[in-house]
């Protein structure tokens, strides 16, 4: 790691007497009265989506009768989600965002960059941290510095997943998964979840045997990517309706966030109660169960709907692997 630093020494060995002033100032309004708008109306859809990860069961965001009897004109956005919907749109049309065809080329602006309170301590821009690699199929060789942190020396492969390379329907069915994974996930930053997820799919697609069905359309693969929405928050709410709440559900609506009934139906997609039923059993059942699970056909195409729609209405992309599968 670089030990490049903005902290005088003072204030690196006594970080509590640095950031006193900030802890002064907690409970202090120091914005300056401008109104941040975010990208784009906040919608039900959207709360859901925010608050099932969560597991949020907070009524005043889901239930409008609820939200109304407490002064509220319609359900309301959990008060920790003001950051994440008040942010600017990322890129707007006719301004490029990317100015540099250099393959880590940063974004020419970023409503990330927050501004820094005038009493708040420098800080440095570099930082690591320790990985465990125990679900890794990988074995690390660390040497151990004369600081906390390791150096990596070595990296055996453990498990190469030959099983799933060497034969085209689990090829199929794994380019899936790992171009899922790689467009739901793409940020550096490291999910530990998502990776256990994905350590596991190889796993169990190593062993799979070929079905008699598109790699589409497999169990295994509609369950990892169902379960993949769900940690990157895209997965849309399918037990009732989006709009009004109602239980009988006749379509999907990306747009609303979910599944609508009959009366919010026009437009949606269709939605079967066998498509519906297949969905939450790929959802909830754990991954090793997901190839035994008695699906129609109907059943799998309407849950690849799910996931395909939500993929374009939310991530804005399409997978390759999917098309060709």
Known sequence: MNDHTQNPPDAAENWQAAWQPMVELVGQDLSDGTVAWGADPIEPGAIHRYLEPLEFDCPLHY????????????????????????????????????????????????????????????????????????????????????????????????????????????????????????????????????????????????????????????????????????LAGYLPHLTSCVECGAAGVAGLSPRAGGAVCRDHAPGALALSAEGLAGAERLLSAPLADAPAIELTDRARRETLAVVTSSYEEHGGFRLRTLRAG
């Open 63 to 230: 239930d409008r009768e609820v939200a109304r009897q407490h002064g509220h004109d319609d359900v309301t956005a959990p008060y920790t989600s003001i950051s994440t919907f008040s942010l600017p749109a990322q890129w707007r049309p006719g301004e490029p965002l990317f100015i540099s065809a250099q393959r880590d080329a940063q974004p020419a602006y970023s409503p990330l960059r927050g501004a820094r309170a005038a009493v708040a301590p420098p800080t440095t821009a570099y930082f690591a941290t320790e990985y465990s690699a125990e679900d890794a199929d990988i074995t690390l060789q660390l040497h151990q510095g004369s600081g906390e942190l390791q150096t990596v020396t070595g990296v055996d492969l453990v498990r190469s997943h030959s099983a799933v390379r060497e034969q085209p329907y689990r090829l199929s069915v794994g380019l899936i998964g790992a171009e899922a994974m790689l467009r739901l996930f793409g940020e550096p930053e490291a999910n530990e979840r998502a990776f256990a997820a994905l350590a596991r799919f190889l796993d169990l697609l190593d062993d799979a045997p070929p079905a008699d069905t598109r790699p589409a359309l497999d169990p295994l693969a509609l369950s990892f990517q169902l379960k993949l929405l769900w």
